[in-house]
């Protein structure tokens, strides 16, 4: 099957600003007290791991500890990080990470910021804004996706753009297949002294087992480049399946009128977005592909996650 592509002029405009990273961490070099310098509330409260990874050491019940380092990068900005905690959360037993903060304590009640909660009493994954004591949440993310007893492996995107529009994204398989959470416009805080990552834990059956890695504080450089057809596979008679090349919004990835083959096939009777590959799109036709013909596939319409449409 052939496949019609529109064609994609792309212009880079290479900025110093614009490709600059503040923070890139992966815990490689086994240490975390140098390149960059991150401070624990307590010299045994985390170490880094034989794999690499950060992960929690405090052995306290009841306790609330955590890690802090540099970070100004507060608007235009994009953050990324990978956490896996091995256990159902709950209310007691979550983890805050904070992408600004005023202050490099992040359990004082005079510390300000915004930081995605993982965990909580409805095992999600939100976005929260603190102003002194008080933390109101203003993306509520998804109920259950944190629910395991054994591995929530998950990688979570946050990008605030020029017009303090947050959106969070996450990947509840720890890859990079993002899917949205939710935005919200806010611009309550516009500066940043820290990142860090605070861990709320009860009993002796969470301790230890909280993972961090993968931590990337950079410039947001906005995505204006349509999806593009990276192959397409036909499965039978009537079933072609349609590999982009990134994560597609859901809702126009799935509207049938936006496919279309020639040859009097016409529209799909259905197309599905992959459950697990959000790049990937099943579409079923109600009439069959003829044998030994070059049939063409247009689309129209399909976003990505960033809102760009192809146009064929």
């Given at each position: 099957m052939n496949i019609k592509t529109p064609l994609l002029v792309v212009i880079l405009l290479l900025n110093n600003m614009l490709g600059f990273t503040q923070l890139t961490e992966n815990f490689t070099d086994g240490d975390y007290t140098a390149n960059p310098v991150w401070t624990p509330s307590a010299s045994t409260d985390?170490?880094?791991?034989?794999?690499?990874?950060l992960q929690s050491n405090n052995t306290v019940a009841s306790s609330t500890f955590y890690i802090s380092t540099g970070s100004t990068l507060a608007t235009t900005a994009q953050w990324e990080?990978?956490?896996?905690?091995k256990f159902s959360t709950s209310g007691t037993n979550s983890v805050d990470v904070f992408l600004t903060a005023s202050a490099a304590d992040l359990t004082a009640s005079t510390t300000n910021g915004y930081f995605v909660r993982i965990g909580n009493t409805a095992d999600e994954i939100s976005l929260y804004r603190k102003v002194g004591a008080t933390s109101t949440i203003i993306i509520n993310g998804a109920d259950g996706t944190v629910s395991s007893s054994s591995d929530n492996k998950i990688r979570v995107k946050v990008v605030r753009d020029a017009s303090n529009n947050f959106t969070l994204y996450r990947d509840i398989t720890g890859g990079t297949n993002y899917s949205v959470e939710g935005s919200v416009v806010d611009a309550t805080h516009t500066t940043s002294s820290f990142?860090?990552?605070?861990?709320?834990?009860s009993t002796a059956s969470f301790?230890?087992?909280?993972?961090?890695?993968?931590?990337v504080v950079q410039a947001y450089v906005p995505d204006v480049t349509p999806p593009a057809i990276q192959s397409s596979?036909?499965?039978?008679s009537t079933t072609l399946d349609v590999l982009f090349?990134?994560?597609?919004?859901?809702?126009?990835?799935?509207?049938?009128?936006?496919?279309?083959?020639?040859?009097?096939?016409?529209?799909?009777s259905s197309a599905v977005i992959d459950g697990s590959n959000a790049a990937l799109v099943h579409l079923t036709f109600a009439g069959s592909f003829p044998d030994a013909v070059a049939n063409q596939l247009t689309v129209n319409g399909v976003k990505d996650i960033a809102g760009n449409a192809i146009s064929g």
């Open positions: 985390f170490i880094v791991n034989g794999t690499g990874q990080f990978y956490v896996n905690l990142f860090g990552i605070l861990v709320r834990q301790h230890q087992k909280h993972f961090f890695d993968d931590i596979t036909v499965l039978s090349n990134e994560p597609l919004d859901a809702t126009t990835a799935a509207v049938a009128a936006n496919y279309l083959v020639n040859n009097s096939i016409g529209n799909p």
